[in-house]
């Protein structure tokens, strides 16, 4: 009963600070600074969960550090980790260092743009922390369980102000478009490719995820490497863990071909339970390996709903969908192609046919399905997207 009186509040005095935040406090920052004429050297990256620059950055920063008439800063909101104070703190000084900068970037929903008068003279590129179109976001989730309501996004709308949106793909502008509400007439949403999957390309760096792999797990003996990287569950401030997946019956029948590792979503904190018998077998490694460096040394990736098979493609191995709660995830989310249609590998409702499938994966992975799925959502990547970005936004084609 005093939950049922508690939340309305709260959601009321949440409605407020957001008013307040968003139509009062930043707009007046933004413009109270952005009286100084725009700095076309001044380059500012914004992350909203980080408090690090993500690899959705990090290529693109190296090589614009190289170029001494530029100035480059880093704004790290992290609100995932960060009270509304601190964020509230951060987010100002945020406002008033992009007020007049030249170009700014950002690979999310970033209130701090969104909700200011955006100089036209400011170039603001949305690289995406993700490829392909895999699960709804933004406006294609309105009045979903997952999602806003409609009202309120039209309310505060997100996405606005954006130059430019970089894809991985001709096929999947449709997608982003409809998700940020941008016109198609507008040519905002572009395919020149994802920055962070030229990692994929380069042999240093593969070769450097091997090492790192095998002085982390050192008991791999050759062993094949399976990689189960699930997407969370429940909503971004409130995100858990699948918990379905039966390890103690995969390293009965796969321990002595195959190793297991367990590679959460960065949004989990909590470390995945494994059985004491399979500790040589399963290894959860989610705060030791990023996710590209894991995509360069697996055999196989086990996966749900996440859009990391797209850049997991680019290597043409086999993957699995362990979809035991597709009806729900469906009713909660939804994604942009039927699922079945979609994934380049067969999808499973129990682990034990997922054994079964890895025991006879010679006779049973079609390449040419990956291929294709490949071909599809990831064509403009191909190692040199970091270079069509820079062509783009900084006018050099």
């Not at 209130?111 to 170039?123: A, C, I």
């Not at 290894?283 to 996710?291: A, G, Q, Y």
């Not at 999808?347 to 049973?364: A, G, K, P, Q, W």
Request: include cysteine; proline fraction near 4%; charge should be neutral.
């Amino acid at each position: 009963m005093l939950s049922k009186i508690i939340y309305p509040f709260k959601r009321v005095l949440y409605l407020i600070y957001r008013f307040f935040l968003y139509r009062i406090i930043f707009p007046h920052v933004y413009t109270k600074h952005a009286r100084k004429p725009v700095n076309k050297n001044k380059i500012i990256f914004i992350e909203m969960h980080q408090g690090a620059l993500s690899d959705n950055f990090k290529l693109l920063f190296k090589r614009l550090s190289s170029d001494e008439k530029l100035t480059l800063g880093c704004h790290f909101i992290d609100n995932k980790n960060c009270g509304r104070l601190e964020q509230l703190k951060r987010s100002i000084r945020c406002l008033k260092d992009m007020a007049d900068a030249g170009y700014i970037f950002i690979n999310t929903a970033c209130d701090v743009v969104d909700n200011v008068p955006m100089r036209s003279e400011t170039v603001v590129t949305q690289l995406w922390h993700a490829c392909g179109a895999f699960k709804r976001f933004g406006f294609s989730t309105a009045d979903s369980i997952f999602g806003e309501s409609a009202a309120q996004l039209k309310k505060y709308p997100l996405h606005r102000h954006y130059s430019h949106v970089t894809v991985s793909s001709p096929s999947i502008v449709w997608a982003y478009e409809e998700a940020m509400n941008i016109s198609h007439e507008s040519g905002v949403v572009k395919p020149v490719g994802v920055s962070r999957t030229d990692v994929f390309f380069d042999e240093a760096f593969i070769n450097s995820a091997r090492e790192k792999l095998i002085q982390l797990v050192p008991d791999l003996n050759g062993r094949k490497i399976i990689l189960y990287a699930p997407t969370f569950r429940g909503h971004i401030n409130s995100a858990y863990a699948p918990d379905k997946l039966d390890i103690a019956d995969m390293c009965d029948k796969l321990g002595d071909k195959y190793i297991l590792l367990i590679k959460n979503h960065p949004f989990i904190k909590e470390q995945t339970f494994i059985p004491p018998q399979c500790k040589g077998f399963c290894h959860d490694i989610s705060k030791l390996m990023k996710i590209d460096e894991l995509l360069c040394v697996a055999d196989i990736c086990i996966s749900d709903y996440s859009s990391l098979v797209f850049e997991y493609s680019l290597f043409e191995r086999p993957m699995l969908f362990f979809a035991y709660d597709i009806d729900e995830y469906n009713d909660w989310r939804g994604f942009y192609y039927d699922y079945d249609e979609l994934t380049p590998g067969e999808v499973f409702y129990d682990t034990h046919s997922m054994i079964e499938y890895i025991l006879d994966i010679e006779n049973r992975f079609n390449k040419q399905t990956v291929r294709d799925f490949r071909e599809k959502f990831m064509l403009n990547c191909d190692g040199h997207s970091t270079d069509r970005i820079i062509d783009l936004v900084f006018g050099k084609q």
